[in-house]
Every structure is written in C-alpha cells, then in structure tokens.
C-alpha cells in the first residue's frame, strides 16, 4: 500500500475513533523521536486546531527536548513542557531508591509511567483521547513499558513496522535529523533501542513480516514475544465458578 494511502487512513481513522468516543481531540508525549514525530503529524492532519503534545523531561537529552521543539514548530501544534525530574527524584527518595539504581528497570520505568499520568491529566481537562507511539515492532516484542508510554487510547502506528514508520515520517516531511538519529526510548544517558533489545529494527522487521532471519533472531523475538505476552493483553480476570 503506498506511503500516502496509509496517511490518509490513519489520519481518518484517529479522527472516527475520537469522535465515536466523544471527544474533541488528542494529546501525545513528544519526544523528539521518529515515532512520536510521525504520530503528532498524523494528528495534526486530524485536528488541525486540537492537539497538545507534551515534552515531559526528565533527565533527558538537551538533543531530545530541542528535536521535540522542532517539530512543534514543524506541524503547529499547542506545546506543554512539563518537567518531571523533581517528581521522579522525589517519588524514588520516598521509595527508598536512589540516584545510582537510575539503569535498573523498576527506576527507569518510572519515567514512562509519570509521562502516562501527565497526558491523561491534561487530556481529561481537555476531553482528548491520548495517542500511543508505539509501533508494531515494538509491539511484538513488548519494548514498551506497561502503563507508562503502553497506556494510551489509540495506537496508529502498531500496524506499522519500524522501516514504515520511516517511510511514513519522509512523506510527513519530519526533520531529517529526527529521521536519521538512532532510535531511544531516553531511559539513561547512552541507551539506544537496538542496543538494549540485542537486534537491530531491520532484523526484526525482516522476522515480523516474512518469517525470515537467522536461528537467533527467531529464537529471540518468539522468546521476547511470549515473555510479553501479558503487555498486550488486558488483565485476566479471575475464574471462581
């Protein structure tokens, strides 16, 4: 299907979705990655004049917050800077945590999960949905954190594979900078997708659409796949009859 059909029916289908739930538009974390960039040109396409992105710091890269800021400029939409480290340093100094287990998962999750409870608070006073930024990719292999940038109400881009979000984000005409810099969910100084999950995007792209790729590759995403399972899924409930 080509690059712009793809546009014109996920612009159309946020903005079916929106309406069907009552709403009058959306709201999205920016942060100045690929992904969220082509999520927010997407909505913007929706609702022109009803779309709040929120760059939400916290101890993040000064490249990431002004790549969040080029593409405010870029699509025209209403911008909120909400920084977080005073939150998450004090919510870990209640738990007991501290500054040096910053690359541990359960502190590093911590991020998102704030960033979750930002935009639902702006989206509620607003009536908004709020727009995931995940793609299929990671999707597949639960590289998201459950309740933190996984809560969202829609996701349109977790039909698309990583090298399609790219596609995407050329036709959308997202700053080539952010097209061209190694992908990151910002948990820590250094961090890079591939580099935490061990494969490239093109490696499990390749696996996710054809089956195809080495002995590792496919040992690695079934096995991540099924560690993930319960991301994708909403809680079971439970059986007493």
Same mark, same amino acid.
Not at 78 to 95: A, M, S, T, W
Not at 209 to 233: F, I
């Given at each position: 299907?080509?690059?712009?059909?793809?546009?014109?029916?996920?612009?159309?289908? +946020?903005?079916?979705?929106?309406?069907?739930?009552?709403?009058?538009?959306?709201?999205? @974390?920016?942060?100045?990655? &690929?992904?969220?960039?082509?999520?927010?040109?997407?909505?913007?396409?929706?609702?022109?004049?009803?779309?709040?992105?929120? &760059?939400?710091?916290?101890?993040? #890269?000064?490249?990431?917050?002004?790549?969040?800021?080029?593409? !405010?400029? /870029?699509?025209?939409?209403?911008?909120?800077?909400?920084? #977080?480290?005073?939150?998450?340093?004090?919510?870990?100094?209640? #738990?007991?945590?501290? =500054?040096?287990? =910053?690359?541990?998962?359960?502190? !590093?999750?911590?991020?998102?999960?704030?960033?979750? +409870?930002?935009?639902?608070?702006?989206?509620?006073?607003?009536?908004?949905?709020?727009?995931?930024?995940?793609?299929?990719?990671?999707?597949? +292999? @639960?590289?998201?954190?459950?309740?933190?940038?996984?809560?969202?109400?829609?996701?349109?881009?977790? @039909?698309?594979?990583?090298?399609?979000?790219?596609?995407?984000?050329?036709?959308?005409?997202?700053?080539?900078?952010? +097209?061209?810099?190694?992908?990151?969910? @910002?948990?820590?100084?250094?961090?890079?997708?591939?580099? =935490?999950?061990?494969?490239?995007?093109?490696?499990?792209?390749?696996?996710?659409?054809?089956?195809?790729?080495?002995?590792?590759? /496919?040992?690695?995403? =079934?096995?991540?796949?099924?560690?993930?399972?319960?991301?994708?899924?909403?809680?079971? &409930?439970?059986?007493?009859?």
């Amino acid at each position: 299907m080509e690059t712009a059909v793809i546009a014109d029916r996920l612009v159309q289908w +946020i903005k079916d979705k929106t309406t069907q739930a009552g709403c009058k538009g959306v709201a999205l @974390g920016i942060s100045g990655g &690929i992904d969220s960039a082509v999520v927010a040109g997407l909505a913007v396409r929706a609702f022109p004049h009803s779309t709040l992105g929120i &760059i939400m710091p916290c101890n993040s #890269l000064s490249q990431d917050i002004e790549h969040g800021h080029l593409v !405010a400029s /870029k699509y025209n939409f209403e911008l909120k800077v909400i920084d #977080l480290l005073p939150v998450y340093q004090n919510l870990l100094g209640i #738990l007991q945590g501290t =500054e040096s287990e =910053e690359k541990s998962m359960a502190a !590093a999750n911590i991020k998102p999960r704030l960033r979750m +409870i930002t935009l639902y608070y702006y989206a509620q006073q607003k009536s908004y949905l709020v727009l995931g930024t995940s793609n299929r990719t990671e999707l597949t +292999i @639960g590289y998201f954190t459950k309740h933190g940038d996984g809560g969202s109400d829609l996701l349109p881009l977790g @039909g698309l594979v990583k090298w399609q979000v790219r596609e995407l984000a050329r036709y959308l005409e997202v700053p080539e900078v952010i +097209i061209n810099k190694p992908p990151s969910a @910002g948990l820590w100084e250094g961090q890079t997708d591939e580099g =935490e999950i061990g494969l490239s995007y093109e490696e499990l792209d390749r696996f996710i659409l054809s089956g195809q790729g080495s002995d590792q590759v /496919k040992d690695k995403v =079934e096995n991540l796949y099924r560690a993930s399972q319960h991301k994708r899924q909403f809680p079971p &409930i439970g059986v007493f009859q």
